[in-house]
């Protein structure tokens, strides 16, 4: 059973980079099958997708946080990450990765739900 | 980008009722090169993330009780609940994958009246 993860600072001074990870368990991000994402959600706010990458290293983000955001795959580690710089009060969020975004076959590869959800974890942006 | 509105913004629905939850998109999200409407739906309780319960505007998940169904195309989507429980309450969430970014809508809080 494939599960989800995310790990990293609960807090991040303004200004600073937020970095986190996501472990993926029970199942290889090296097959190639899917595409990962970051998502977040603001306290009592709607969801944010942030961006999706591939193992192949192909990524898309979401054009309102493009500058800011860098999303990597580690494969080694079965892990893939999410950078977002100079956050403020505003970046403070549920941050969720999860699977979907995107699914492959040998053939091609199409836009894709989302089916499996990391728990999420709170970062909050403050001196 | 597409945006994803719903209707209504809450809903109080008495329990074995019926509950329904309208999903407009500000574009078509009908791909017409496999007839399929890009649209999900997500329900998330308190303190949890959200849980995939429509994917193709009205293919249930695995592990979905048949109560729940999707129906609706190209702008215009329902989820809804055929006999309401208790453990249904929640936000649900459309979202369209059709194209990036993804975009989801604002929520519907469900409540027991």
């Known amino acids: 059973q494939v599960q989800l993860q995310e790990s990293g600072p609960g807090l991040v001074k303004p200004s600073q980079t937020l970095s986190l990870i996501c472990t993926v368990s029970g199942g290889s991000i090296s097959s190639g099958t899917y595409y990962w994402s970051w998502i977040r959600q603001p306290a009592g706010k709607g969801l944010e997708w942030f961006g999706r990458?591939?193992?192949?290293?192909?990524?898309d983000y979401n054009p309102s946080l493009k500058s800011r955001v860098t999303i990597s795959v580690d494969t080694s580690k079965n892990q893939f990450s999410l950078k977002l710089s100079s956050v403020t009060a505003a970046d403070t969020a549920v941050y969720y990765c999860a699977r979907g975004g995107g699914y492959c076959s040998s053939a091609s590869c199409w836009n894709w739900y989302f089916d499996l959800w990391g728990r999420g974890t709170l970062v909050t942006v403050s001196s | 980008d597409i945006v994803m509105t719903q209707s209504p913004d809450s809903l109080a629905v008495s329990l074995g009722e019926r509950a329904a939850i309208n999903c407009k998109s500000s574009q078509n999200v009908l791909y017409s090169s496999d007839n399929k409407n890009y649209l999900a739906w997500y329900q998330q309780k308190p303190g949890q993330p959200p849980k995939l319960l429509i994917y193709w505007a009205s293919t249930r998940e695995s592990g979905v009780p048949d109560r729940f169904s999707g129906s609706g195309s190209g702008t215009d989507f329902t989820l809804t609940i055929s006999s309401l429980q208790a453990g249904d309450v929640a936000v649900y969430y459309c979202?369209?994958?059709?194209?990036?970014?993804?975009?989801f809508g604002q929520g519907t809080k469900l409540e027991i009246k």
């Open positions: 990458i591939h193992t192949s290293g192909t990524t």
């Open positions: 979202q369209q994958y059709y194209s990036t970014p993804y975009t």
